[in-house]
């Protein structure tokens, strides 16, 4: 099925999201949907899948020679068209089987009741569609992430799915896995799908895209142009609108020799951990690297209070601490936390960006116990500059925001809290190309003013470029650790060594 959009127009108050945008999406094609976060990716998603009507312009679809106008309204209209989305939070029931979330959809039914085999046995046909090999009736919650990702996939395949919409596919993924989601997209291009990546991951773009449409500022700068006919340098300036120079740093000098800002030793976990000796210094950047559930995000929460630390030290400045909340963690020990899990811990979807930012410090701000709004606004703008914040206004909510801008709030209340150790986990999933520079810069920005930073990634050329340390993790426990020499091959081989459990180095040969 061909999908085309002519023109299309979108806008909400104060922001016309999509300006005269065009998309030619053909079958058996991976077509990349790429932007800077605000640049309106999201929007066009929710107009193709029924989410928002548009203001203006048209969709078409062509199938067998035939073509038709459409307008969807909800988004059954476009499930039922054939249109899929697997978007990046996971909409997936974890206490339901792999079967049940699968067909949930599209429930068979025989005689007005649920048909459990025929339920089974269509989880099955989705399934082998991307070669995967899953116990059905396994409940969703005991699988890994990419396991997860390819079972969102298969829910749209459930629907009869010929354009397949995958929003920031590989965010949560390691190389591994990705390589493995890779080779699904390839199979569905095979079949005859359209699968449209959205992405900001530009080495996958180039992996893997046959077509790529570029917005910015809601309109289409680049669209459905064959990818073979633009470098990656073409594509960065297609996006930002201007030549963009990628951040190389060389090893930094860390003063290693005092006292730890943050130390463990010995410490064990409620969640599995043994015996994690750890430390950063002020002024260093410490990387956690690891496969998804190695338990890099899960020891970070127990250091934070939100799990339990049931054995070993946490030290703070030297002095042993018990931390119970991140709220005790900042108020006492200026530790901030940037989760991975924006949407639900990073930001207050429903209240405005000047709340969001200035909530770490109203005990600062109040008068007379109150904190006037004027103050908070005034916090804000220092940080919408300083990040490149895009907004409509203070009192947008953060709902409204892009994901990577949702990010930048994240980031902004724990800077307007002045950490003196700051944990990021995952600080650039979603975000666009200069705004990831512009976040490694400030990283190391922070570091050089003394700051201690713990920093947890999944994308290994970012875990190169920033971290002066990394410690790797497998299984839950740190496996080694290697000084960033920041040759990027070199160290790669080391820290993936490191990964699956093996030596950082080779053996040498037998005499």
Known sequence: ?????SQL???FPGVRALDGVDLDLRPGTVHALLGENGAGKSTLIKVLTGVHRADGGTVTLGEDGETR???FS???DAQAAGIGVVHQERNLVPSFSVAENIALQALPRRAGVVDRAAVRDLARRCLAQLDLDLDVDQPVAELSVAHMQLVEIAKALATDSQVLLLDEPTASLTADEADRLYAVVRRLREQGHVVVLVTHKLEEVFAIADVVTVLRDGRSVAGSVPLATLTRGDVVDLMVGRAHTELELS?????????????LRGVSTSVGHRGIDLAVHRGEIVGLYGLVGAGRSELVR???GLDSVTGGEVLVDGDAVTIRSVGDALRRHRIGYVTENRKEEGVFLTQNLARNVAVTVWDRLARFGLVRDRDEKDLLATYRDRLGIRLSG???LAGQLSGGNQQKISLAKWLAADCSVLVVDEPTVGIDVRTKAAFHELIVELADQGLAILLITSDLPEMVTLADRVAVMHERRITGELLNSHHYTSMS????RLVHGESAVDDPPAA
Do not use: F, N
């Open 1 to 5: 099925m061909r999908v085309r959009c």
């Open 493 to 496: 081989a080391q820290v993936i």
């Open 251 to 263: 090893e930094r000098s860390v003063d290693r020799a005092g006292t730890p800002a943050l130390e």
């Open 9 to 11: 127009v979108k806008v």
């Open 302 to 304: 127990a250091l934070l």
């Open 74 to 76: 909800r988004p059954l």
């Open 394 to 396: 203070p009192d947008q």
């Open 69 to 71: 106008t459409v307008a």
